[in-house]
């Protein structure tokens, strides 16, 4: 079923030059266009310099505002969803730039990429490809499919969002490469282009870039995958943002990300070089306005209580994620507080004794960092209503 919101708030988004704060409609989402513009600018000069591609993870936000402008930067489509896939071409990124990943694609999700014809299925499992198979040739038409390796390197992140660890429900293990390999060459109705890999998300350092690099090197050597006709190389996401200090360090290191790869990756030049970038595009131009409902005292603390809650950003939640948090209608002296949301869940907080100049009810706070898995983790529990937006 797809998630119907409910009309009530629906979002007027007009492009405003200076929001009015006191004036929004909290919570919402506000998405400075000019960041994203700057972000994406610095990102595609930085892999245009080594002909790699990279592809938008429409997971991170699938906010049309957002997918229309990257897709204007020539960038590709990563998707999760055969919703994914086709939003993504509804958006206008172009079939043969989409790619679609994942554990468990349903058969019509696999129909659907079939039928688009788009560049690559990213095939996490021997009897995904088995299926793929069947499908393909129930349709009379070759499936492109790319092997996602689960490489075992540490990408020192959270454990809920590092995916390339030997047991992990992500992509083929070492031990079983050769066999999923040798049926993909081996059928007439699956053309093997590639291998595919994503080691994690939120990768601040450059460390498990470069082991994910000598790794590859390795791989496309021992598995052969030139004399099995391997095109195409996909090194996934993963690259973090500054969550601590987002003002000051708005734009990721793109040059130096990519430059590691440029510096160590050994395969052949005709080898398309692609990667698939969602937070490092994204985060940093989205905040979440939020008012404040009321403050409390607690016996050692105290709580601000916001009307945004994890139903708007649920990656406190998930998985302890810290957001820098300001308050836009206050310069009083700074006290420490929690700032929690609305949301009956124990686990419903932002932020554990942070300072903030001395807040109210009717405050308007920022949460910084909200341009990547926030709208798009939106969930409806409490039968709360939808956030809007507002553009600047
Ligand atoms: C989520 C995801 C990405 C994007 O990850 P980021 O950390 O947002 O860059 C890339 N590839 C795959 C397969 C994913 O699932």
């Known amino acids: 079923m797809p998630y119907i919101p409910s009309s009530i708030t629906q979002p007027k988004t007009p492009l405003q030059a200076m929001p009015d704060y006191s004036q929004m409609q909290t919570p919402c989402y506000l998405y400075d266009l000019a960041l994203l513009r700057e972000t994406l600018d610095i990102a595609s000069r930085s892999a245009r310099q080594y002909n790699y591609q990279i592809h938008y993870a429409l997971k991170a ?3 049309p505002a957002l ?5 204007s930067y020539g960038m590709g489509a990563d998707c999760v969803s055969g919703n994914e896939v086709a939003e993504a071409l509804r958006i206008g990124f172009p ?3 989409v790619v679609f990943a994942g ?6 999700e696999i129909q659907l990429a079939l039928k688009e014809d788009i560049l690559c299925i990213n095939c996490e499992s021997l009897e995904e490809l088995i299926v793929t198979e069947e499908i393909a040739r129930n349709m009379q038409k070759a499936a492109p499919v790319a092997i996602r390796i689960n490489p075992g390197v540490e990408a020192k992140t959270h454990k809920y969002i590092t995916t390339g660890l030997d047991e992990n429900k992500f992509g083929v293990h070492l031990s079983q490469i050769q066999e999923v390999l040798d049926f993909a060459s081996q059928s007439p109705w699956l053309k093997l282009m590639g291998l595919h890999f994503h080691i994690g998300s939120q990768i601040t350092s450059m460390e498990p870039f470069e082991k994910l690099a000598h790794r590859v090197n390795e791989l496309w050597t021992t598995l052969e995958m030139d004399k099995r006709g391997g095109i195409l190389l996909n090194l996934g996401g993963g690259l973090g943002v500054n969550y601590q200090d987002p003002t000051g360090d708005p734009i990721a290191p793109f040059d130096e990300y990519f430059g590691v790869f440029a510096k160590n990756l050994k395969v052949p030049s005709h080898v398309k070089v692609r990667f698939e970038l969602g937070r490092s595009l994204v985060a940093q131009c989205g905040k979440i306005i939020t008012r404040v409902l ?7 603390r105290d709580f601000v209580i916001t009307d945004a809650g994890m139903t708007e950003l649920m990656r406190p939640a998930l998985y302890q994620s810290k957001h820098h948090i300001t308050n836009l209608t206050s310069e009083l002296p700074e006290q420490i507080y929690d700032v929690v949301g609305p949301i009956c869940e124990s686990s419903d907080v932002f932020a554990k004794d942070i300072s903030l100049p001395s807040t109210s009810r009717g ?9 990547a898995y926030s709208e798009s983790m939106m969930l409806h529990y409490n039968m709360r209503d939808k956030a809007g937006f507002v553009l600047v």
């Open 363 to 371: 405050h308007i706070l920022a949460i910084h960092t909200c341009g």
């Open 95 to 97: 079939a043969k730039e």
């Open 103 to 108: 554990v468990g694609k349903s058969d019509s």
């Open 294 to 300: 009321y403050t409390k005292k607690g016996i050692n």
């Open 61 to 63: 936000n699938n906010n």
């Open 67 to 71: 997918t229309t402008l990257i897709s």
